[in-house]
């Protein structure tokens, strides 16, 4: 596949995930109206009215295609639907999308959808769902979220006429019902998974709406626990810069220091000081340029909107492609380029401008033809920066990589005659972004894993992941050792150290992942592979074998049992919480007290199970429509807590109250004991 076609998925793929990104304001609107289709039936017609330029897709789209324009219901009633949710009055403009590969109808302008529905119960109609379709034009996508939609009986035409029925009508079976939370009709979502002994109903003493009941002024007047999130940020901008000397090392940054530092060096050749000032302009402006990327993303989505995107099924499945044919390309299959007129443009403008404003120029340029080798580093940096749960997480990731990326042309200004003793470009660069290639693929199996635990589709448990990772550790060290050559490889007349330590390196890792295959914890790469539930075979299994899944069971044991709840939210994408699991929750001392003291509660906020019955909150003054089961953990938390990041631990004894400090990401097991040892003493 040419590197330009490659080119032109990668940014639509990266676009679609990314979102219409002009603070809110969308290409794409909705209006809906109820039209008499005669014979007792109505036209639910949805309008779609698409800005010039923009295009929405047909209703009907082959598979492996984009996201088709479709309507769901939440609930019908005194109605049901009749045929099937079409275009009307309008063809689909149909054309081959190179993209996809594909014959695929496209509408633009304003497009009449409509579903008919046939009136059984004028009385008591009552009709809600909502329209999905994603806005595309040239260079982006928005993503395809839904637009609701609400009908009630006095909406139906006034000139409806429909027929007495003579006997009790069927109404058609919905997916969903509505109700409203916290109330006594919040069901359970799914069985326990686990094995537990056998629940009862929840005591008369204890309110159901007391155990939704907030209780953020008990945890605060508790006090917090140990506070990590400072700690939190600095390890995301300790892992910026880790990964921005990284790529320095890297092909498309390398070349161009001494390029850069001479120019600066030729621009002011009778002043070494003029010298330095360019070349710290320039630092600079690559630090301004990555900040307010991150600035700018967690602006436009919102910390919690981040962490939702970067543990939703749609965004690991892209992001695990990406980094496949990023991968690829680091092996030598092709090459990535960005389009050769947006560096054209940048480089011109550096040249047409003077002073600061031509040296930020320089540095987005640098930033664009770099691309092919940071778009992997940086987006890896950004989504683990997302799912931190803190607001300042990507802009610090940023900042760490954009000083590691800088530093070496602000140092060489300062100390030209470094530029003599700098290893010159050669064979080594392309063995770096070789390495770098095996290390992209086997982290891209990392997004994979957490759509398949989101969905259980089972398709990547813990032993396949975990062969896969000794398979590619393996045949890098045989790369390192000469024994491999990829088609852009110098030849190896003989193995440096360096080369050989990276090569014992590779072979030791692999041999360290082994016997992980008969479930040993590997504690080191324990929030990379998936957790132990997954594997089959295990010698051991240190995981905790009694816990809930659903909080109103837990609490209903709880009661009547008399012991105190640990509520754990976590997440299947949730890196540091596959940390708590292999390191402090599977250490002896944790799990026997636990199993013995304990209700366990495990709640995943990134579940994508559907719940049998939409749930209808009142939230920050809107309305929210809680679909599956991690949206009703992810309201759970931040409604009764006050928080949304994960993991998140709080002791309640069974009416839901806090027995203590809450407790966050922290791999000390003493420091663990003591939290449940203090909610006990509270509890006793």
Same mark, same amino acid.
């Given at each position: 596949m040419k590197s330009k076609t490659v080119l032109s998925i990668l940014l639509f793929l990266f676009m679609t995930v990314s979102g219409f990104a002009q603070f809110g304001q969308s290409p794409l609107s909705w209006r809906f109206a109820l039209e008499d289709a005669g014979n007792g039936e109505v036209n639910i017609v949805a309008t779609a009215i698409v800005e010039t330029g923009w295009y929405i897709y047909d209703v009907n789209i082959p598979d492996g295609g984009p996201t088709p324009t479709m309507m769901e219901f939440d609930d019908i009633t005194g109605a049901v639907a009749v045929g099937i949710f079409r275009a009307d009055g309008k063809q689909a403009r149909m054309g081959f999308d190179e993209v996809f590969e594909m014959n695929i109808g496209k509408f633009d302008g304003t497009t009449r959808f409509v579903q008919r529905l046939r009136v059984t119960d004028r009385a008591t109609f009552s009709v809600t769902g909502s329209v999905r379709a994603q806005a595309c034009n040239e260079t982006t996508c928005t993503p395809p979220l839904p637009t609701d939609f609400e009908f009630s009986a006095s909406d139906l035409p006034a000139t409806l006429t429909t027929a007495t029925p003579v006997a009790p009508v069927v109404q058609q079976p919905t997916e969903t019902a509505t109700v409203t939370l916290p109330a006594e009709d919040i069901a359970a979502e799914q069985p326990e998974e686990?094995?537990?002994?056998?629940?009862?109903?929840?005591?008369?003493?204890?309110?159901?709406?007391?155990?939704? @009941?907030?209780? *953020?002024?008990?945890?605060?007047?508790?006090?917090?626990?140990?506070?990590? +999130?400072?700690?939190?940020?600095?390890?995301?901008?300790?892992?910026?810069?880790?990964?921005?000397?990284? @790529?320095?090392?890297?092909?498309?940054?390398?070349?161009? *220091?001494?390029?850069?530092?001479?120019?600066?060096?030729?621009?002011?050749? /009778?002043?070494?000081? /003029?010298?330095?000032?360019?070349a710290l302009v320039f630092g600079v402006s690559i630090i301004v340029i990555y900040v307010l990327l991150g600035v700018l993303i967690t602006a436009i989505f919102g910390a919690s909107a981040l962490n939702t995107i970067a543990t939703s099924v749609v965004f690991n499945l892209i992001f695990f492609a990406l980094l496949i044919v990023f991968g690829i390309s680091f092996l030598g299959a092709f090459e990535l380029t960005l389009p050769a007129s947006w560096t054209t443009k940048m480089d011109n403008k550096a040249d047409t401008t003077t002073g600061m404003v031509s040296l930020f120029f320089m540095a987005f340029a640098l930033a664009l033809a770099s691309f092919a080798c940071t778009g992997p580093i940086i987006g890896w940096l950004l989504v683990d920066a997302a799912t931190s749960g803190n607001y300042l997480g990507p802009a610090f990731g940023m900042l760490g990589f954009a000083i590691a990326l800088s530093l070496p042309f602000v140092l060489l200004a300062i100390f030209p005659s470094w530029l003599k003793s700098m290893p010159k470009s050669g064979g080594w660069m392309n063995s770096v972004k070789v390495v770098l290639g095996f290390i992209v693929i086997a982290l891209s199996l990392k997004f994979l894993s957490v759509a398949d635990l989101s969905n259980g589709w089972g398709i990547l448990d813990r032993e396949v992941f975990i062969v896969l990772w000794i398979a590619l550790a393996v045949i890098l060290g045989f790369y390192l050792l000469g024994k491999i050559k990829f088609v852009h490889d110098s030849d190896l007349p003989y193995v440096s150290i360096p080369r050989l330590f990276l090569a014992i390196f590779s072979f030791a890792f692999a041999i360290y992942m082994l016997p992980g295959l008969w479930g040993a914890p590997l504690?080191?790469?324990? +929030?990379?592979?998936?957790?132990?539930?997954?594997?089959?075979?295990?010698?051991?299994?240190?995981?905790?074998?009694?816990?809930?899944?659903?909080?109103?069971?837990?609490?209903?044991?709880? @009661?009547?049992?008399? /012991?105190?709840?640990?509520?754990?939210?976590?997440?299947?994408?949730?890196?540091?919480?596959?940390?708590?699991?292999?390191?402090?929750?599977?250490?002896?001392?944790?799990?026997?007290?636990?199993?013995?003291?304990?209700?366990?509660?495990?709640?995943?906020?990134?579940?994508?199970?559907?719940?049998?019955?939409?749930?209808?909150?009142?939230? +920050?003054?809107?309305?929210?429509?809680?679909?599956?089961?991690?949206? /009703?953990?992810?309201?759970?938390?931040?409604?009764?807590?006050?928080?949304? +990041?994960?993991?998140?631990?709080?002791?309640?004894?069974?009416?839901?109250?806090?027995?203590?400090p809450s407790h966050a990401f922290d791999e000390s097991v003493e420091n663990f004991v003591e939290f449940l040892r203090i909610g006990l003493r509270n509890h006793k």
């Open positions: 686990t094995t537990v002994v056998t629940l009862v109903a929840i005591s008369s003493t204890v309110d159901r709406d007391q155990l939704w @009941a907030p209780v *953020i002024e008990e945890i605060n007047a508790l006090g917090t626990g140990k506070d990590l +999130s400072d700690a939190s940020v600095w390890n995301i901008f300790i892992t910026g810069l880790i990964f921005g000397f990284l @790529a320095l090392l890297t092909p498309c940054v390398w070349p161009m *220091i001494p390029i850069t530092v001479s120019f600066f060096l030729r621009r002011n050749n /009778k002043s070494r000081k /003029k010298a330095f000032q360019d504690k080191a790469i324990s +929030s990379f592979v998936p957790p132990m539930y997954t594997q089959d075979f295990k010698l051991v299994d240190t995981s905790i074998s009694k816990k809930f899944d659903n909080f109103e069971e837990g609490m209903a044991y709880a @009661a009547q049992t008399g /012991k105190p709840v640990l509520l754990e939210f976590g997440g299947f994408g949730c890196v540091n919480c596959h940390k708590m699991d292999a390191t402090v929750l599977a250490d002896d001392r944790v799990r026997t007290l636990i199993e013995e003291e304990f209700v366990f509660i495990v709640l995943m906020t990134d579940d994508r199970t559907r719940l049998p019955e939409i749930i209808t909150i009142e939230e +920050s003054g809107r309305t929210t429509r809680l679909r599956t089961v991690g949206d /009703k953990w992810s309201y759970l938390q931040r409604h009764k807590f006050g928080v949304q +990041s994960q993991p998140y631990y709080v002791v309640l004894d069974y009416t839901g109250r806090p027995l203590a």
